[in-house]
């Protein structure tokens, strides 16, 4: 079953003088991961802020087409008729700077925050924050100060506090752009974890591509407010030539060896340099 369904969606910024998405098209199936990639500019943002209706309910413009969420019951919300308040909780939203989503005092507050305003009873309130902080790591830092925490821990505290508010989809935005290295392998190993353990639906915009060439269901391919691919991460892996000519980052191994494979050299496209090698050694290269 979808939980998302996107259909014909164009949306026009104020003031802007082209679309940012045209005529954009696709569903979100339930449990899948879903990867978008693309240039700067192609309207990924643009589409993460329309999946939870801050496209058009908070930000205006010219909108067109539909975007209506499920919820487990499966009720249906178009996104025009339904208040953000209402979608936040099932489209739950991260996006790429976790300093402009965390504004309250301590660790603890900033998980039960989004609670609260689910009007939950607060043992349940409680129960849930300590959930969503052992989940991500971070139990053990609940009366710190969100802005004293590692960029990893403050996107890791994003997600949690997202998270336990049980959505149907976790969308989010380039969630470690802003990271070091560190940070950004804790921020995908959380997400592994959550699709892992709980197997939740993920729609995640990622500028490094490796992770989802290597654990998305599906991904989209954005280009000029357009999706123009969509495929299994081995679908798109054979379009490397698209990719490189959008200026979309690819993982340095696919790039070798779509290469050698066109030499004859190599027999498929592997994405990690582990696989790269071994399949050298193999093929005896
Ligand atoms: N608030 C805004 N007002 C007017 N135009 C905007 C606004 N935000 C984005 N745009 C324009 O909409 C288009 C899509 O932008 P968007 O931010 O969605 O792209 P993106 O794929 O997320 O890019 P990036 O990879 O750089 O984050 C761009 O042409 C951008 O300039
Ligand atoms: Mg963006």
Known sequence: MNVISVENLSFKYRRASDYALKNVTFNVERGEFLGIIGPSGSGKSTLCLALNGIIPNSIKGEFTGRVVVRDSEGREFDTRKTPVSQLSPLVGLVLQNPDSQLFNMTVEEEVAFGLENLALDPNEIGRRVRWALEISGLWGLE???????????????????????????????????????????????????????????????????????????????????????????????????????????????????????????????????????????????
Do not use: C, W
């Not at 989010?172 to 892992?196: A, C, F, I, K, N």
């Not at 991460?233 to 050698?260: F, H, N």
């Not at 050298?280 to 290269?285: F, I, W």
């Open 143 to 285: 009366n710190e100060f969100p802005p004293n925490l590692s960029g990893g821990e403050k996107q890791r505290l994003a997600i949690a506090a997202v998270f336990a508010m049980r959505p149907q989809v976790l969308v989010l935005d380039e969630p470690t752009s802003q990271l070091d290295p560190l940070g950004r392998e804790e921020v995908l190993g959380l997400l592994s974890l959550l699709r892992r353990e709980y197997g939740i639906t993920i729609v995640l915009v990622e500028h490094h591509t490796d992770y989802i060439l290597r654990h998305a269901d599906r991904v989209l391919v954005m280009d000029a407010g357009r999706v123009i691919f969509e495929g299994t991460p081995a679908e798109v892996a054979e379009e490397t030539e698209l990719l490189k000519s959008l200026g979309v980052k690819i993982p340095a191994s696919l790039e070798i060896s779509y290469e050698l494979r066109k030499r004859g050299k190599l027999k498929k496209l592997l994405i990690t340099p582990e696989e790269l090698l071994s399949e050298l050694r193999s093929s005896g290269g």
